[in-house]
């Protein structure tokens, strides 16, 4: 008798440990600064994972991710069906999509794949408003996420940030199939992401400028036009903790857009200013230039930053400083 009690024991708390949201997820990327932030999470928190890439493995993510995860080795512009496998052919209550830069690749998935996902998680971006319409000068909501009407001013708007145009596209794609009948999505869109793994070089840029300024014939300048100019951050421990939690996040959450950024909106004189002060480099002069194309990193968009207040109210977001992580995370 006592053994059988033990076994029921047992028996309820797997039971009630798969309950409490253990998920099988797909995702594309997932080894760059965001996705080897969010993988690390969901595997903190016993997800079962499975990464499809092109076989790249950034920074130290060759020992610390791909031995902890299954792997399908892919390339998204081509068609998914000339490397997908019987085994694939499996049901998942998620994607996470980290590297659908194109409306080819999303449409390209759903094919392959749908009715045999849960959610649709879209890592997309605040890159998405420099292709809408936005009438007003007040950091970005998500529903000024609306092109223009007038099809030449798209065009022209399209040309400017052919990335912005893309993300809005693979938006509308999936926004159009839940139309039909498809899969919940999830929007998550981010403005210029910093952490320590940032692959894109755009920090460490700006700090190695500093650093090496006194041998170099070159100045740190800014345009005179982003002096005053605010601008949005996120950091990337924030960003992976709001993708582990989309995987459980009730279906009244689904099928919206959310923004995620810092509280604070700094300037890049700010920026820089905060760097010369944890590297010790206060003595070096940054010039404001008339010529509004001289070379600078940040901002990435135009349209100012953006209002998290939909993430906060409806998500429980809650970001962390930018002056505890702004410098120091990628430092």
Same mark, same amino acid.
């Given at each position: 008798?006592?053994?059988?009690?033990?076994?029921?024991?047992?028996?309820?708390?797997?039971?009630?440990?798969?309950? &409490?949201? *253990?998920?099988?997820?797909?995702l594309?990327? &997932?080894?760059?600064? %965001?996705?080897?932030?969010?993988? /690390?999470k969901?595997?903190?928190? &016993? +997800?079962?994972?499975?990464?499809?890439? !092109?076989?790249? $493995?950034? $920074?130290?993510?060759?020992?610390?991710?791909?031995? @902890?995860?299954?792997?399908?080795?892919?390339?998204?512009?081509k068609?998914?069906?000339?490397?997908?496998?019987? =085994?694939? #052919?499996?049901?998942?209550?998620?994607? *996470?999509?980290?590297?659908?830069?194109?409306?080819?690749?999303?449409?390209?998935?759903?094919?392959?794949?749908?009715? @045999?996902?849960?959610r649709? %998680?879209?890592?997309?971006?605040d890159?998405v408003?420099?292709?809408?319409?936005? /009438?007003?000068?007040?950091?970005?909501v998500?529903?000024d996420?609306?092109?223009?009407?007038?099809?030449?001013e798209? =065009?022209?708007? /399209?040309k400017k940030?052919? #990335?912005?145009?893309?993300?809005?596209s693979? =938006?509308?794609?999936?926004?159009?199939?839940?139309?039909? &009948?498809?899969?919940?999505?999830?929007? %998550? !869109?981010?403005?210029?992401?910093?952490?320590?793994?940032?692959n894109?070089?755009? $920090?460490?840029?700006?700090?190695?400028w500093? !650093?090496?300024?006194p041998y170099?014939?070159?100045?740190?300048?800014?345009?005179? /036009?982003?002096?005053n100019f605010?601008?949005?951050?996120v #950091?990337?421990?924030?960003?992976?903790?709001i993708?582990?939690?989309?995987?459980n996040y009730?279906?009244?959450?689904?099928?919206?857009? #959310?923004?995620?950024?810092?509280?604070?909106?700094?300037?890049?004189?700010?920026?820089?200013?905060?760097?010369?002060?944890?590297?010790?480099?206060?003595?070096?002069?940054i010039?404001?230039?008339?010529? =509004?194309?001289?070379? +600078?990193?940040?901002?990435?968009?135009? !349209?100012?930053?953006?209002?998290?207040?939909?993430?906060k +109210?409806?998500?429980?977001?809650?970001?962390?400083?930018?002056?505890?992580?702004?410098?120091?995370?990628n430092?």
């Amino acid at each position: 008798m006592g053994l059988l009690i033990s076994f029921i024991i047992l028996f309820s708390l797997v039971l009630w440990t798969n309950a &409490g949201g *253990v998920k099988k997820v797909l995702l594309f990327g &997932g080894n760059g600064l %965001i996705g080897a932030a969010s993988v /690390n999470k969901m595997l903190e928190n &016993g +997800h079962d994972l499975t990464l499809v890439t !092109r076989g790249n $493995w950034y $920074w130290d993510t060759d020992d610390t991710i791909k031995p @902890r995860i299954k792997h399908l080795k892919c390339d998204r512009m081509k068609s998914l069906m000339d490397c997908w496998s019987a =085994e694939q #052919y499996d049901f998942y209550d998620a994607i *996470v999509d980290f590297s659908g830069f194109d409306p080819y690749m999303i449409k390209d998935t759903l094919k392959l794949l749908q009715g @045999r996902v849960g959610r649709y %998680i879209y890592i997309s971006s605040d890159s998405v408003y420099e292709v809408c319409t936005k /009438n007003h000068t007040r950091p970005t909501v998500e529903t000024d996420s609306v092109r223009p009407g007038d099809i030449p001013e798209q =065009e022209i708007l /399209n040309k400017k940030d052919d #990335y912005g145009h893309r993300k809005f596209s693979g =938006e509308e794609v999936l926004v159009e199939q839940r139309k039909q &009948g498809g899969m919940p999505y999830f929007f %998550i !869109r981010l403005r210029d992401v910093i952490g320590s793994r940032d692959n894109t070089y755009r $920090w460490w840029i700006y700090q190695a400028w500093l !650093r090496l300024s006194p041998y170099l014939e070159t100045e740190i300048s800014i345009p005179k /036009n982003l002096v005053n100019f605010p601008m949005s951050f996120v #950091y990337v421990e924030d960003v992976a903790k709001i993708v582990s939690q989309s995987l459980n996040y009730d279906k009244d959450l689904l099928d919206e857009a #959310y923004n995620f950024a810092f509280d604070e909106t700094p300037t890049l004189p700010e920026v820089l200013e905060m760097m010369k002060k944890y590297m010790e480099k206060q003595d070096i002069d940054i010039q404001v230039s008339d010529n =509004e194309d001289v070379v +600078h990193l940040f901002p990435s968009v135009t !349209r100012g930053p953006i209002c998290c207040e939909k993430a906060k +109210h409806k998500l429980g977001f809650k970001p962390t400083s930018f002056v505890r992580t702004g410098c120091k995370g990628n430092g």
